[in-house]
């Protein structure tokens, strides 16, 4: 279980940093937000799909005993433990991942911007 060496946010750029040994990855609020392992995303196993949380912010970081990272959103949600592995997993999969997210946004209509709709015109 890898665990991060350093963990620092910065919340003017609404980033959060962790850093394994040398190698340091900055994940957004946003891309953290929409694969929270809280139940409120994973659905109890039918994950529903998150949207508008492009301005979303990280206020703070908490620690979860020593097996986790408790974070807390501007949008209320604080209810996801990020365990070390799911982080670990997050920081290096994480092209890969917000790729299936654009995807899915896109196949159900869905917007990153909370302010952006889309409008159908009907025949």
Not at 59 to 66: F, S
Request: proline residues 5%; without cysteine.
């Amino acid at each position: 279980m890898p665990i991060p060496s350093a963990i620092k946010l910065h919340k003017a750029s609404r980033i959060l940093e962790l850093r394994y040994g040398e190698q340091s990855y900055r994940l957004d609020a946003e891309f953290l937000r929409v694969h929270s392992p809280s139940a409120e995303v994973r659905g109890h196993g039918r994950p529903i799909l998150q949207y508008g949380k492009q301005h979303v912010a990280l206020l703070a970081v908490e620690p979860a005993g020593n097996y986790a990272l408790k974070l807390i959103f501007d949008d209320g949600h604080d209810s996801g433990l990020y365990h070390w592995d799911y982080l670990y997993q997050l920081a290096t999969e994480h092209d890969s991942l917000w790729q299936r997210y654009l995807q899915q946004l896109h196949a159900a209509g869905r917007r990153r911007d909370p302010d952006e709709s889309i409008v159908r015109l009907l025949d």
